[in-house]
């Protein structure tokens, strides 16, 4: 009798690297391997810890090193294919351009590549990198043909040249963002603040699939009295998963993905916190939890079928 053998699937994940916590290649690594990729890792950066401790140190790789090791190593020599590329934080304008350059040579030459690209700016009103990087991820979303894009509100406005906060401004924002870069399939802004949902403790995450609907679709998320670092890069990941592992006999959505998507990270956050505030007294204000309990959650990223946070609300273009 014959058996299928399932295909393993295969990703390039360029970000940067901490040696303790969980961002960057460090939140989306460990996930995607439970959920079953052959994960290769270029680390753009190697710190000690992130920037949102106190004190950090380490270094950032050049751009002729990591184009090497693409373009001369894995590409070339190797001659690896790859189902997917995540591209997230780079550490100057000239390496963000090189690497998206071999990232839209490598969708060219192959079409079952697909490049999930976070446009890693900044957070909270701030740049994480050179302003010259703005028009940089502008131009590479203008002539690249990208399959998922994941901004956070503040990375969105960016892009887009408008602030965005209410639904109102939400539904502009991703009017504009597909005239000016109509070559993405799919935008998921992984966090947004509105002025509508602030005395219900809400936010939202919103998206838009160019190919199946003229809908933007969002979801009301609970606020956890904490912040954060390394939500958004495990939201990217996860949703690369979901769309493209075929978990599934085919497909899913785009709403559907992203409402399972936001199950796991949500159930993944609250064990978190709550791994944080054991044997201490409730909180009253908002802790800052620096990293995500990702091995003390694998039992939650095995979960299969996954559950959806609810349905999607919608908003018409």
Not at 103 to 118: S, T
Request: aromatic share 8%; charged share 20%; with cysteine.
């Amino acid at each position: 009798m014959n058996s299928t053998i399932p295909t393993t699937r295969k990703v390039l994940s360029i970000q940067s690297h901490v040696i303790h916590g969980y961002v960057g290649n460090k939140a989306a690594t460990f996930p995607l391997q439970y959920r079953g990729w052959d994960v290769d890792v270029l680390n753009t950066v190697q710190f000690s810890n992130h920037p949102g401790y106190p004190h950090f140190t380490g270094f950032k790789c050049s751009t002729e090193e990591l184009v090497e090791i693409v373009e001369k190593g894995l590409v070339g020599a190797l001659g690896i294919k790859y189902d997917a590329v995540l591209s997230g934080y780079l550490p100057n304008v000239q390496a963000l351009q090189k690497m998206a350059e071999i990232v839209r040579q490598m969708c060219e030459k192959d079409n079952n590549v697909q490049w999930v690209l976070d446009p890693v700016l900044g957070d909270n009103g701030k740049l994480y990198v050179d302003a010259k990087c703005v028009t940089a991820y502008q131009d590479i979303l203008q002539n690249s043909k990208i399959f998922l894009v994941t901004p956070n509100q503040f990375e969105m406005e960016l892009l887009v040249g408008m602030p965005i906060r209410s639904l109102h401004d939400v539904k502009r924002g991703f009017e504009l963002f597909h005239e000016k870069y109509p070559r993405v399939t799919r935008v998921v802004v992984t966090s947004l603040e509105l002025s509508e949902f602030s005395e219900g403790n809400m936010y939202v995450v919103a998206g838009f699939d160019s190919s199946l609907s003229d809908e933007i679709f969002f979801y009301r998320i609970p606020k956890i009295n904490a912040t954060f670092s390394g939500s958004g890069d495990l939201i990217c990941a996860l949703l690369t998963d979901s769309l493209l592992n075929g978990h599934g006999c085919t497909q899913q959505s785009l709403s559907q993905s992203l409402g399972q998507v936001l199950w796991l990270v949500t159930s993944i956050l609250q064990k978190t916190y709550d791994l944080n505030v054991a044997d201490q007294h409730p909180q009253d204000s908002s802790m800052n939890i620096k990293d995500l309990k990702l091995i003390q959650c694998r039992d939650i990223l095995k979960r299969d079928p996954l559950p959806s946070i609810g349905k999607p609300e919608t908003i018409k273009i």
